[in-house]
């Protein structure tokens, strides 16, 4: 008999931790939901915004090459050199029409936001890039991307 009552006991003791634990744990999770309301936005998807653009996350300083699409010649041979202190060179040559005359230009190129930049007084080639991970991308007279077959002819590579 008493085996049973110190079972019975034991039990009982068991059970009554196992619901005081329960219902700390279950306290803890109430006062971090109350913690973290108050650091989280109800709507998170319109009230963060993302911190990482190429113009604060990507070295961009460098050489890029390519050869652009060109209407009337086989391609537009294009180098741009981008600098640390927002000063740019640029360099085109047209293949397979005139002299392969190299034009040149230097200036200064601008953020448009943080992944758009154009190329201030550039001659001869597009003044607004798209910066990619060891890419600028030619964009067309309004700042966006060319589409179609011919999208992949339009970046530049580092």
Same mark, same amino acid.
């Given at each position: !008999?008493?085996? @049973?009552?110190?079972? %019975?006991?034991?039990?009982?003791?068991?059970?009554?931790?196992?619901?005081?634990?329960? =219902? /700390?744990?279950?306290?803890?999770?109430?006062?971090?939901?109350?913690? @973290?309301?108050?650091?989280?936005?109800?709507?998170?998807?319109?009230?963060? %915004?993302? !911190?990482?653009?190429? +113009?604060?996350? @990507?070295?961009?300083?460098?050489?890029?090459?390519?050869?652009?699409?060109?209407?009337?010649?086989? $391609?537009?041979?294009?180098?741009?050199?981008?600098?640390?202190?927002?000063?740019?060179?640029?360099?085109?040559?047209?293949?397979?029409?005139?002299?392969?005359? !190299?034009? =040149?230009?230097? $200036?200064?190129?601008?953020?448009?936001?943080?992944?758009?930049?154009? @190329?201030?007084? %550039?001659?001869?080639?597009? +003044?607004?890039?798209?910066?990619? =991970?060891?890419?600028?991308?030619?964009?067309? !007279?309004? $700042?966006?991307? %060319?589409?179609?077959?011919?999208?992949? /002819?339009?970046?530049?590579?580092?």
């Amino acid at each position: !008999m008493k085996r @049973l009552f110190i079972a %019975v006991l034991v039990v009982a003791l068991l059970g009554s931790c196992n619901q005081a634990n329960k =219902e /700390h744990v279950q306290a803890e999770a109430i006062d971090t939901q109350d913690t @973290l309301a108050e650091y989280i936005p109800i709507d998170a998807t319109t009230d963060t %915004v993302d !911190m990482h653009q190429a +113009q604060n996350s @990507l070295d961009v300083i460098g050489i890029y090459k390519g050869t652009l699409p060109c209407a009337d010649c086989e $391609g537009i041979r294009t180098e741009i050199e981008l600098k640390a202190d927002s000063t740019y060179s640029f360099k085109s040559s047209y293949l397979g029409k005139g002299d392969g005359q !190299m034009n =040149e230009s230097t $200036g200064t190129y601008v953020w448009l936001d943080g992944s758009r930049i154009e @190329l201030q007084g %550039v001659d001869g080639g597009p +003044q607004k890039y798209f910066v990619g =991970e060891n890419t600028l991308t030619a964009l067309d !007279m309004d $700042g966006n991307k %060319v589409t179609g077959t011919l999208a992949e /002819h339009y970046v530049l590579k580092k």
